[in-house]
């Protein structure tokens, strides 16, 4: 049993059951009817919401034992979630299939994490949005969730480069916020906020 099988093995929902709120306040910028991916989407409180929101989603995780607790929500709000059992280290999204990424605390060792992001974005369609969520390496003087090694955790000028020549940045901020997660996030976090938008068409390097 992997590290998140073992903790989406517990009672309950360990980052709680409504969606983050950054992506709430960002969602205004999807279509409507996106398709949508979810990577690292875990017990399935975002994918979940986007999906009442009326989108098409598809929530990816590592953890089979968490997308079937995705699942199960689905079914109780009464929507349709994709969901595939996937390592983002080696997988990738169709080309230009997506209207929108949603990476929600999704943190990847610094060996993985740039490829892994571009070819997430390459997933994304002219005009396809990205939004993300993360901690920057000043979480490690809260107690308010979030890896303790700082390669996991992410900069707003790491992402900058990791989608450098695929998104253009519209919000790329780091500062202090307060969370309210379940039992997994509590309380002031110093968080990493990064949004950005295809807005050509792709390149030969999103065609590789």
């Given at each position: 049993?992997n590290?998140?099988d073992?903790?989406?093995?517990?009672?309950?929902y360990?980052?709680?059951l409504?969606?983050?709120?950054?992506?709430?306040?960002q969602?205004?910028?999807?279509?409507?009817?996106?398709?949508?991916?979810?990577?690292?989407?875990?017990?399935g409180?975002?994918?979940?919401?986007?999906?009442?929101?009326?989108?098409?989603?598809?929530?990816?995780?590592?953890?089979?034992?968490?997308?079937?607790?995705a699942?199960?929500?689905?079914?109780?709000?009464?929507?349709?979630?994709?969901?595939h059992?996937?390592?983002?280290?080696?997988?990738?999204?169709?080309?230009?299939?997506?209207?929108?990424?949603?990476?929600?605390?999704?943190?990847?060792?610094g060996?993985?994490?740039?490829?892994a992001?571009?070819?997430?974005?390459?997933?994304?369609?002219?005009?396809?949005?990205?939004?993300?969520?993360?901690?920057?390496?000043?979480?490690?003087?809260?107690?308010?969730?979030?890896?303790?090694d700082?390669?996991?955790?992410?900069t707003?000028?790491q992402?900058?480069?990791?989608?450098a020549?695929?998104?253009?940045?519209?919000?790329?901020?780091?500062?202090?916020?307060?969370?309210?997660?379940?039992?997994?996030?509590?309380?002031?976090?110093?968080?990493t906020?990064?949004?950005?938008?295809?807005l050509?068409?792709?390149?030969?390097?999103?065609?590789?």
């Amino acid at each position: 049993m992997n590290f998140w099988d073992q903790r989406f093995s517990e009672p309950g929902y360990k980052y709680g059951l409504e969606p983050n709120a950054f992506l709430c306040q960002q969602a205004a910028r999807l279509a409507p009817v996106s398709q949508i991916l979810v990577p690292g989407d875990g017990e399935g409180r975002n994918g979940v919401w986007l999906a009442e929101q009326g989108h098409t989603v598809t929530s990816v995780d590592l953890s089979e034992i968490g997308l079937h607790k995705a699942q199960s929500l689905a079914a109780s709000r009464g929507v349709r979630l994709t969901t595939h059992c996937v390592d983002l280290a080696d997988w990738s999204p169709e080309v230009s299939s997506l209207d929108a990424v949603v990476l929600i605390y999704t943190h990847l060792p610094g060996a993985i994490r740039q490829l892994a992001h571009r070819r997430l974005a390459r997933g994304l369609r002219p005009g396809g949005w990205l939004v993300l969520e993360a901690f920057h390496p000043e979480q490690l003087t809260h107690a308010s969730g979030g890896p303790k090694d700082v390669d996991m955790l992410y900069t707003p000028e790491q992402l900058d480069a990791d989608f450098a020549g695929l998104l253009a940045p519209v919000e790329s901020w780091h500062g202090e916020t307060r969370l309210a997660e379940g039992p997994g996030h509590q309380g002031i976090a110093h968080v990493t906020r990064w949004v950005g938008q295809v807005l050509a068409a792709p390149g030969p390097e999103m065609r590789s």
